[in-house]
């Protein structure tokens, strides 16, 4: 069975399940009460995927966080499960257990902490927790899988809320999977050590991802790819608002862009970043950047999907530990309950 191959292959009950690639990459910090576990991260997928979270069943986190898309939901602006308009584009949930800012404008910190506001927003899922906590108490089989993930805490937010945000660390990229022509020239390694302009000049794809590896890590860094950090890119006018700087990992399937999704294709983004970049120092003195030079070349602007394409992780859409387990065949509760 897929979920049982899940749970005994990929996790071990203890705060490094996480698989990352720690030659790149610092552990997470992993809230000291809520350790990774086997059983919270299995009981956290389930949650993640029930309608059960949303006042007329109609939607699950993965609704708007749909695997295949990264993550996102390939709308402009979010929809919630009353069909109400949400005033911001949904996130892509690619390593968020590095993340210390969430949502576009970062005004929540613990990931924990976030769970309620899709759940009880009534724009959203629009279920009262009260409610929910009471179906999750006299379902099926949630009471046996809380009391295996939280042997010593009751069935409520705090225990939801931990799961899900279990869950939600465990889908880690280890970066991008890139081909071998690229290897080793890590753009994000060279990204501080460019000395060969004549490498930056080159008309060819490792060219212009050695570029991008100066003009793009200063904040879509190559540990989470991005999501760490609070940025100003200019999008607007005089814009002084910050945004959390997003992952580029599977960027091409994470369309519309930005917090408002308003760039729908790669060419977009790279007039965007080609009129603006040498300016980003100006607006994100907090950062404390040097100047960005636009190095950028008409291969790049020709080519920049392409390039864009570079930053593909494939097992975060094609890993069956992250997929919806109720739209798998092999999926029984009886057989979780007697793990
Ligand atoms: C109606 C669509 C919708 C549903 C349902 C939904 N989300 Fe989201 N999610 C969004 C949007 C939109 C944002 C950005 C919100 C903002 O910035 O204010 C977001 C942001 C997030 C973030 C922050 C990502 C980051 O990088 O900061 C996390 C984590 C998250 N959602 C997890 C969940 C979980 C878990 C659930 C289920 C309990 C859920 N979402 C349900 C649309 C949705
Ligand atoms: C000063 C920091 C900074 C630099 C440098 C930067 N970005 Fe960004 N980037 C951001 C921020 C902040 C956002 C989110 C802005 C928003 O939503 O309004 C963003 C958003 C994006 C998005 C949208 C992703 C999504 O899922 O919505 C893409 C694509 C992107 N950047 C690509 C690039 C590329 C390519 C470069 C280099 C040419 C680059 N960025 C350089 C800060 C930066």
Redesign the pocket.
């Known amino acids: 069975m897929l979920f049982t191959a899940f749970i005994a292959n990929k996790y071990q009950p203890d705060a490094a399940s996480l698989i990352y690639d720690a030659d790149k990459m610092e552990a997470p910090e992993i809230p000291v009460d809520n350790p990774q576990t086997v059983q919270g991260v299995s009981l956290g997928r389930l949650l993640?995927y029930d309608t059960t979270?949303s006042i007329n069943n109609k939607?699950s986190?993965g609704?708007?966080?749909t695997q295949a898309l990264s993550f996102t939901d390939g709308k402009k602006l979010?929809?919630?499960t009353h069909s109400d308009t949400?005033d911001?584009?949904?996130?892509s949930?690619v390593n968020?257990a590095w993340?210390k800012d969430?949502?576009?404008?970062g005004r929540v910190k613990n990931?924990e902490d976030?769970?309620q506001h899709?759940?009880s927003n009534a724009k959203?899922?629009a279920k009262d927790s009260v409610l929910l906590i009471q179906e999750l108490k006299t379902h099926q089989y949630y009471p046996t899988l809380f009391a295996k993930a939280f042997p010593e805490e009751a069935i409520s937010v705090a225990t939801l809320s931990k799961a899900?945000a279990q869950f939600?660390r465990s889908i880690v990229t280890k970066g991008p999977q890139l081909p071998d022509s690229l290897q080793p020239a890590a753009f994000f390694i060279y990204a501080d050590t460019i000395k060969a302009e004549e490498e930056l000049k080159l008309a060819t794809l490792t060219g212009s991802y050695l570029r991008l590896g100066k003009m793009c890590t200063p904040c879509h860094t190559m540990e989470s790819v991005g999501?760490e950090f609070m940025a100003n890119n200019m999008i607007d006018k005089n814009q002084t608002e910050l945004f959390?700087v997003p992952t580029l990992i599977n960027v091409l399937s994470t369309a519309p862009y930005m917090?408002d999704g308003r760039f729908k294709t790669a060419k977009e983004i790279f007039n965007h970043y080609d009129k603006n970049i040498n300016q980003f120092h100006k607006v994100n003195k907090h950062l404390g950047l040097d100047s960005i030079p636009n190095t950028f070349t008409r291969f790049d602007r020709e080519h920049f999907e392409e390039l864009l394409q570079l930053f593909t992780d494939s097992n975060i859409i094609k890993n069956e530990a992250f997929a919806n387990p109720f739209k798998q065949k092999e999926f029984s509760w009886e057989s979780l309950v007697k793990e």
Not at 88 to 91: A, V, Y
Not at 102 to 105: E, G, I, K, L, S
């Open positions: 993640f979270l939607q986190c609704s708007c966080h979010a929809i919630g949400i911001r584009n949904s996130m949930l968020m993340s969430f949502f576009w404008d990931l976030l769970m899709p759940i959203e899922m899900l939600v999501g959390k917090h």
